[in-house]
């Protein structure tokens, strides 16, 4: 038991300011530390100042003395992990990035560690792959698991290391939803490839009749939160190179609807598909879907593209409750919108 490292990774999970000596104490009820090295630990975490003593709270008379309660010196913390990191560093492959690390809590890294030694070794032995090959192949190659990549986290850790394009790795995703504009298979590509995603199946249904006289290249149902793992499907699917690929979104305006959203702008941008969109807020909101989570981030995103009385009027909706469902439009709406002069000239100017 490294009763040491127990308490530094607690500390650097720790929300608080100070931590008491009984909540010290508490970690390691069930483990059966050696008291006297427990105390001898608080005193070398003091002494590196890990930890600094609220002189207030008073100290133990039993040696060594302790103190009652701890402040918390989160950058000396972060100081030591930062070193370790480097050192780390410098003795791995050099297609290993660990530039994220620096900013996550020290437990993730050394949750991610033996994987990350797996993977080293394979590069050292092995090196960068030439060929393309399915996630399961390329998985048990890592780590002998052919799982890993799909199901235990390890296509996460492959892109947060920097090596998911270098490992040539063919994901395996649900197939991407989505209709091909026919007239644009007959006819020279334009540079500019546009396509919309859609979240709901009411939508796509409502819009695939006028996909032949449209100017979008390809129609995808996002499907709800399936777009976000289906995305890496799409290059496969619609294999057309050398060419500018512009992705515009619509979907439900709601919490969720924008943090969907917001996940699949950070694979792929995405351009909130405004003319929808203002169409929407054209019309009264409904109350409703009160248990919704709120994602600040993804709300400043998406109403960055609105002007700023859309804005405000985005954000009062939220605050009081409503939402803007996609069927908020007809079907003639939304035809009538897809099919005007006003919507290509809108693309054109972006």
């Given at each position: 038991m490294n009763i040491k490292q127990a308490i530094k990774e607690h500390l650097s999970r720790m929300k608080k300011a100070t931590i008491t000596l009984e909540e010290l104490e508490m970690l390691f009820v069930s483990m059966k530390a050696d008291a006297h090295r427990f105390a001898e630990v608080v005193v070398e975490l003091e002494k590196e100042e890990v930890m600094k003593s609220v002189k207030s709270a008073g100290r133990t008379?039993?040696?060594?003395?302790?103190s009652y309660r701890y402040r918390v010196n989160r950058p000396v913390i972060m100081k030591q992990h930062n070193r370790q990191l480097q050192q780390y560093r410098l003795n791995?492959?050099?297609a290993i990035q660990l530039d994220s690390y620096f900013g996550l809590p020290e437990q993730q890294f050394e949750a991610d560690r033996p994987w990350i030694d797996r993977i080293d070794q394979f590069l050292k032995t092995e090196g960068l792959p030439l060929s393309t090959v399915p996630a399961p192949?390329?998985?048990y190659q890592l780590t002998g698991n052919e799982k890993w990549i799909t199901d235990l986290g390890g296509a996460a850790l492959l892109k947060r290391l920097g090596l998911w394009d270098l490992l040539c790795i063919?994901?395996?995703s649900d197939p991407l939803m989505l209709a091909v504009?026919?007239?644009?298979l007959t006819e020279a590509l334009p540079l500019r490839c546009i396509h919309l995603v859609v979240?709901?199946?009411?939508t796509f249904q409502a819009l695939l009749p006028l996909l032949p006289s449209s100017?979008?290249?390809t129609l995808i149902y996002g499907c709800g939160n399936k777009i976000t793992g289906n995305l890496d499907m799409f290059r496969l699917q619609y294999p057309v190179p050398h060419r500018e690929h512009r992705f515009f979104y619509f979907g439900d305006l709601d919490y969720e609807g924008i943090r969907i959203w917001y996940e699949a702008n950070k694979q792929q941008v995405m351009i909130p598909a405004l003319p929808f969109y203002e169409a929407c807020l054209e019309q009264p909101y409904v109350l409703g879907k009160n248990n919704q989570r709120r994602v600040d981030q993804a709300i400043e995103a998406f109403v960055s593209f609105f002007n700023p009385q859309k804005q405000a009027q985005i954000k009062y909706?939220?605050?009081a409750g409503g939402y803007y469902p996609q069927e908020t439009l007809s079907s003639q709406q939304l035809q009538y919108i897809w099919r005007s002069e006003a919507w290509k000239q809108w693309i054109d100017s972006k």
């Open positions: 008379i039993k040696q060594p003395s302790l791995i492959h050099s192949e390329r998985s063919h994901p395996v504009n026919p007239s644009m979240e709901n199946k009411t100017v979008f290249n909706c939220l605050q």
